[in-house]
């Protein structure tokens, strides 16, 4: 599975962006998939993960403020950031995955800044 993520960019404290990630390869209906970011400094972490089934988990930092989405229809992974903070500047990776099998993309960047 290759991944393209795309939609990153500059934005003002409380604007939104949504990130795209497009596969190609195989069909991400197989595959759960999330979203994880890397700041400046810090370690790589997870952002929200969707399942084969729909079901969503999120870090309580985006809670309320993030969705994730899968159209399986159009294999693409999407990541819609409403609220955004600085705080919330990061290279930002999507990822696929399943028994024996992990994928990233090469990550887009955020940055939220005045």
């Known amino acids: 599975v290759q991944l393209q993520a795309s939609g990153g960019g500059l934005v003002q404290p409380g604007g939104s962006l949504r990130l795209s990630c497009a596969a190609s390869g195989r069909s991400l209906s197989l595959y759960a998939l999330g979203w994880y970011r890397q700041g400046p400094g810090t370690q790589r972490e997870l952002v929200a993960t969707?399942?084969?089934?729909?079901?969503?988990n999120y870090a309580e930092s985006v809670k309320g403020r993030f969705t994730i989405s899968r159209d399986n229809a159009k294999n693409t992974l999407y990541l819609q950031m409403n609220s955004l903070k600085p705080e919330d500047t990061a290279v930002y990776y999507c990822?696929?995955?399943?028994?024996?099998?992990?994928?990233w993309g090469q990550g887009t960047l955020v940055t939220v800044s005045s």
């Open positions: 990822n696929a995955w399943r028994v024996s099998a992990n994928y």
């Open positions: 969707v399942t084969t089934s729909g079901s969503t």
